[in-house]
């Protein structure tokens, strides 16, 4: 099994271009996550989609849209990017989110830089 | 502002020496865990602890969940090179709008031989 792969791995991007980072999950889990992750921020949560054919709003949603293209998979969409959306962009997944204490599994992640 | 305060933020130790990464809140939080991340990877669980005062050890780690659930420690003996890693402590927080989890600052540890 690969767990949780993402799309790509580093990608450089100029101000108001648009890009879509792709993950996909073959741990047939229910529930899938985007963070970001900046130097002494941790990681915070972006969107989430509990189950397919939902998706929500986490701590830091402004930018970005989000697509639950089935199970396995869990787009991040960046329409018009801003230097402020450099960071590195992490795609997680867990059986459920209705018990957030259960394990996260984390891709290897896509550094994404917007100059 | 940071729900979840890690310290320190650096260290870099040798290795044998012990440490303790600390992960305070001001809020209560129904559970906790900690990750570890090595560099171009994503984090890995370590460990849930879920009740006041609880206390797991993981081989030379040692985690506590504080009494009150507001804060937790990390304690790893005779560190290793390996452990080299950043550390996250990371808590579920129950609200009216359901559970969340939220991510604490980050700890970078380094061990030099």
């Known amino acids: ?115 | 502002t940071q729900l979840l305060e890690q310290s320190p933020q650096f260290l870099s130790i040798q290795e044998g020496e012990n440490l303790t990464v600390y992960c305070n809140s001001s809020s209560v939080f129904s559970s906790l865990q900690w990750y570890r991340q090595e560099p171009g990877e994503g984090p890995v669980l370590l460990v849930t602890v879920v009740t006041g005062g609880e206390v797991k050890k993981l081989k030379r780690l040692t985690f506590q969940f504080g009494d009150a659930r507001k804060d937790s420690s990390l304690h790893i003996t005779a560190a290793q090179p390996g452990d080299t890693g950043l550390y996250l402590c990371a808590g579920v927080l129950t609200t009216g709008g359901g559970n969340k989890l939220t991510f604490g600052t980050g700890t970078q540890l380094k061990v030099e031989l």
């Open chain 1, 1 to 115: 099994n690969a767990g949780v792969t993402q799309t790509p791995k580093f990608q450089v991007l100029k101000t108001g271009q648009s890009m879509t980072l792709q993950c996909a999950q073959d741990m047939n889990h229910n529930s899938m996550y985007w963070y970001r992750q900046d130097p002494g921020m941790g990681l915070r949560l972006i969107y989430y989609s509990a189950s397919e054919g939902t998706t929500d709003k986490g701590e830091v949603p402004n930018g970005y849209n989000v697509s639950r293209l089935n199970k396995r998979e869990f787009s991040l969409r960046l329409e018009s990017a801003a230097p402020s959306q450099t960071s590195v962009y992490f795609c997680a997944s867990s059986d459920t989110a209705d018990r957030w204490w259960n394990e996260q599994y984390f891709g290897p992640g896509t550094r994404l830089t917007v100059t």
